[in-house]
């Protein structure tokens, strides 16, 4: 549902000369993480779903069913005439980080939160229901070679373990050159709009130097967004106080004070409507052979019962 995906899909329906297939033989599928803006809804209404119900275009739309893997996916809608986007399944990202008291991760620059919400599920539906040797295609934008070079690498570890069916992998934006704006570009001369960003609410990628306007942006828009990641901010800093939502210890609260953002407000008024809080006293341990480092700054644990609590 992101600029480069939906610039992808567009140019592929109306411009025939950039595919190699008939249109019959498409099959596109998102996966649902339950907590996108919903701006996101509104623009995919209104401008993709129409071209893809004109097109013929057969669109799947799943979710991650429970926190399990023995849980599955739920098909939320399987169509060659959608008219409405199904944002929410059964799980939502954030029940996992609200469970787990955690904000998503950015370490490596690795989307570990898109690979549990949207490739798992995304690889569950595949294998049941595609053939091997299908074509398997994902929109990164030409300058996000690396993300595609772990996609590839990722695809055929998997297909060589038998965890999920062999493919061809194609990523046809890096072969047109198209990078993140010219797939806005082009969208904008297709549909005459800014075609906006596809995130979650709480997405610790949208925060970059080049993001944070943009982000600015949306949060005054849209104060319950970022009400929801302050909300979420909150109990994940309670318990590990480097937990920041956007890594390196910057945090979303200290943004939204330093631009006084009205969803502070609404995530105040949240939280005091809470009625059960839960006491922890929470342990960190760390593996003495594999984190040195750990053991020079918290001593040798190993002659020790119990490990020492680093903050109660």
């Known amino acids: 549902m992101g600029i480069d995906s939906v610039a992808l899909l567009v140019r592929w329906l109306l411009d025939p000369s950039s595919r190699d297939f008939d249109l019959d033989d498409l099959v596109v599928v998102t996966a649902m993480t339950g907590d996108e803006h919903d701006y996101t809804r509104e623009q995919m209404?209104?401008?993709?779903?129409?071209?893809?119900?004109?097109?013929?275009?057969?669109?799947?739309?799943?979710?991650?069913?429970?926190?399990?893997?023995?849980?599955?996916?739920?098909?939320?809608?399987?169509?060659?005439?959608?008219?409405?986007?199904?944002?929410?399944?059964?799980?939502?990202?954030?029940?996992?980080?609200?469970?787990?008291?955690?904000?998503p991760s950015i370490r490596r620059q690795r989307r570990w939160c898109s690979e549990r919400a949207k490739g798992d599920p995304l690889d569950w539906w595949v294998n049941d229901n595609l053939l091997p040797g299908y074509t398997h295609v994902v929109g990164f934008a030409a300058e996000e070679l690396d993300r595609a070079d772990r996609d590839t690498h990722?695809?055929?570890?998997?297909?060589?373990?038998?965890?999920?069916?062999?493919?061809?992998?194609?990523?046809?934006?890096?072969?047109?050159?198209?990078?993140?704006?010219?797939?806005?570009?082009?969208?904008?001369?297709?549909?005459?709009?800014?075609?906006?960003?596809?995130?979650?609410?709480?997405?610790?990628?949208?925060?970059?130097?080049?993001?944070?306007?943009?982000?600015?942006?949306?949060?005054?828009?849209?104060?319950?967004?970022?009400?929801?990641?302050?909300?979420?901010?909150?109990?994940?800093?309670?318990?590990?106080?480097?937990?920041?939502?956007?890594?390196?210890?910057?945090?979303?609260?200290?943004?939204?004070?330093?631009?006084?953002?009205?969803g502070l407000g609404l995530a105040r008024e949240r939280l005091a409507r809470v009625e059960v809080w839960d006491v922890l006293s929470v342990r960190r341990v760390f593996d003495q052979a594999d984190q040195p480092a750990a053991r020079e700054r918290h001593g040798d644990l190993s002659k020790s019962r119990n490990p020492v609590p680093a903050r109660t």
């Not at 959608?82 to 944002?87: D, F, H, L, W, Y």
């Open 45 to 103: 209404e209104e401008y993709v779903l129409p071209l893809m119900r004109e097109h013929g275009v057969r669109y799947v739309q799943i979710s991650r069913t429970g926190q399990r893997k023995s849980s599955g996916y739920t098909v939320l809608s399987d169509s060659r005439t959608t008219e409405t986007m199904v944002m929410r399944g059964p799980w939502w990202l954030s029940f996992e980080l609200r469970t787990g008291a955690t904000m």
């Open 154 to 262: 990722a695809r055929r570890s998997k297909a060589a373990a038998g965890t999920t069916v062999p493919c061809r992998v194609e990523y046809p934006l890096l072969a047109w050159g198209m990078d993140r704006a010219a797939c806005a570009a082009y969208l904008k001369d297709v549909f005459k709009i800014d075609f906006r960003r596809s995130c979650c609410t709480f997405c610790p990628f949208q925060a970059t130097a080049g993001s944070r306007v943009e982000l600015l942006a949306r949060w005054t828009e849209y104060p319950e967004a970022c009400a929801d990641t302050l909300e979420l901010e909150y109990t994940a800093l309670a318990v590990n106080p480097r937990c920041g939502a956007f890594g390196s210890g910057e945090t979303a609260i200290d943004l939204a004070r330093r631009h006084s953002l009205s």
